[in-house]
């Protein structure tokens, strides 16, 4: 499956913004798919995974109750809902998808190339 990220941009803190990742491909329905992001001079971390029919989630404790993580199965795409921005929020964010459940990267095998979002202050 191939994977491109999209939605990134400017946003002033305390504010939302909702990135998309499109999928090609028939099998987007079968594989978990989670959003991580990269600040610079950061290590990559994750953010938020889905499972593959929707019904379970995940989020790192940084995001929890700002950010929504959602998908479409019969559109191919997966989302993901931020807000109440912080400046702290600034990084590339990257969606993969994968056969496992979990935070590692390690489990996804397939990755977009990244949208950049920034948060002013």
């Known amino acids: 499956v191939q994977l491109q990220a999209s939605g990134g941009g400017l946003v002033q803190a305390g504010g939302s913004l909702r990135v998309s990742c499109g999928a090609s491909?028939?099998?987007?329905?079968?594989?978990?798919m989670g959003w991580f992001r990269q600040a610079p001079g950061k290590e990559r971390e994750f953010v938020a995974l889905?499972?593959?029919?929707?019904?379970?989630?995940n989020y790192a404790d940084s995001v929890k109750d700002r950010f929504t993580i959602s998908r479409d199965n019969a559109k191919n795409i997966l989302y993901l809902q931020m807000n109440s921005l912080k400046p702290e929020d600034t990084a590339v964010y990257y969606c993969?998808?994968?056969?496992?459940?979990?935070?590692?990267?390690?489990?996804?095998?397939?990755w977009g190339q990244g949208t950049l979002v920034t948060v002013s202050s």
């Open positions: 491909g028939r099998a987007f329905s079968t594989y978990n």
């Open positions: 889905i499972s593959s029919n929707g019904g379970n989630t």
């Open positions: 993969a998808a994968g056969r496992g459940w979990g935070s590692n990267g390690a489990l996804y095998r397939y």
